[in-house]
């Protein structure tokens, strides 16, 4: 794998790995990516349970943290990959508001279209997370039907969204569409509206 990707020219941003394999078998799966220098690992995705109540919340928060104090005595950072279901309203918060407050050892993958998706500015949090973010995914979104779309169809303002990312220290911006017509193609042109963005 190592050999392939020098001579692709590529580095690992990250990977997603499941909850449950990190609750599973988190000693092989560490072993895994280390061999393949990945340092950063992403849990792309929990239901609404896990977010439903301040309490559903705070166990998330307590658990994703474990994990991060686990893997961080590995060397591998832990990050957390938001959709839009983590914005639902809690007595006047968000369950990803208190997401944030709640963890330790933990930061963010934030996906700029899933935020835009559930009525809030991508800009404004990523100015608020500051350094607790260091990937970030550039989807586009027509915000009225949630749906995913190729950059530059959609409501998200992409350009406000990657100078914020600069601004506050991201790591990398990484191109996602859920569910591209063209797979190549639209790699090509997100890969082209990327660098456009630079």
């Given at each position: ?17 499941d ?7 988190v ?15 992403v ?28 893997l ?71 915000t009225d ?10 409501d ?28 190549m ?14």
């Open positions: 794998m190592n050999d392939a990707l020098n001579k692709a020219g590529l580095d690992i941003a990250g990977a997603h790995v909850a449950d394999l990190l609750a599973e078998s000693e092989e799966t560490v072993s895994r990516y280390q061999q393949v220098g990945c340092g950063t690992f849990v792309p995705y929990l239901d609404e349970s896990y977010f439903e109540t301040r309490d559903a919340v705070e166990r998330t928060a307590e658990e994703l943290s474990k994990f991060g104090e686990r961080s005595e590995e060397g591998i950072s832990l990050h957390y990959h938001n959709h839009d279901h983590e914005f639902v309203p809690l007595n006047g918060r968000t369950a990803f508001d208190i997401l944030v407050e709640t963890t330790t050892q933990v930061n963010f993958e934030l996906d700029v279209g899933w935020v835009a998706a559930a009525g809030h500015d991508p800009v404004e949090l990523l100015d608020e997370l500051g350094s607790q973010v260091s990937l970030v995914h550039i989807k586009d979104v027509r039907s949630r749906e995913p779309v190729e950059l530059g169809e959609g998200v303002d992409l350009r406000a969204c990657a100078e914020a990312a600069r601004r506050t220290g991201v790591e990398w911006l990484i191109y996602e569409h859920d569910q591209p017509n063209d797979l193609a639209s790699l090509q042109h997100g890969s082209e509206y990327l660098l456009a963005l630079e």
